[in-house]
Nanobody, 124 residues
Framework: VQLQASGGGLVQAGGSLSLSCVAS????????LGWFRQAPGKEREFVAS????????HYSDSVSGRATIARDNAKNTVYLQMNSLKSEDTAVYYC??????????????????WGQGTQVTVSS
């Protein structure tokens, strides 16, 4: 599975952003998908995940209520919509795929495949 993330950019605080991640590979629909982010000098952290069928989602406390993850298996694409952006949301955002299938895996090591990352910068 290869992943290609896009949609990052510069956004004002309070604004919204939509990220997309397109995957190649015929087994996409059997994988759970996640979004992680890494700010300068910090470890990569979990943001959101969705199970293989799209019926279950999970969010970190820091984005819960402001983020929505969704997937379209027909398009091999996972999305992350974020609203009410804050300066602390500034980071490189990565999409990832896990053969575990469940949405409840939040550790970096639970995910085998990673996209290249897309920069999100929130200006205050």
């Amino acid at each position: 599975v290869q992943l290609q993330a896009s949609g990052g950019g510069l956004v004002q605080a309070g604004g919204s952003l939509s990220l997309s991640c397109v995957a190649s590979g015929r087994i996409f629909s059997s994988y759970s998908l996640g979004w992680f982010r890494q700010a300068p000098g910090k470890e990569r952290e979990f943001v959101a995940s969705i199970n293989w069928s799209g019926t279950t989602t999970h969010y970190s406390d820091s984005v819960s209520g402001r983020a929505t993850i969704a997937r379209d298996n027909a398009k091999n694409t996972v999305y992350l919509q974020m609203n009410s952006l804050k300066s602390e949301d500034t980071a490189v955002y990565y999409c990832a795929a896990s053969g575990l299938g469940s949405a409840y895996y939040v550790a970096v090591n639970d995910y085998e495949y990673w996209g290249q990352g897309t920069q999100v910068t929130v200006s205050s």
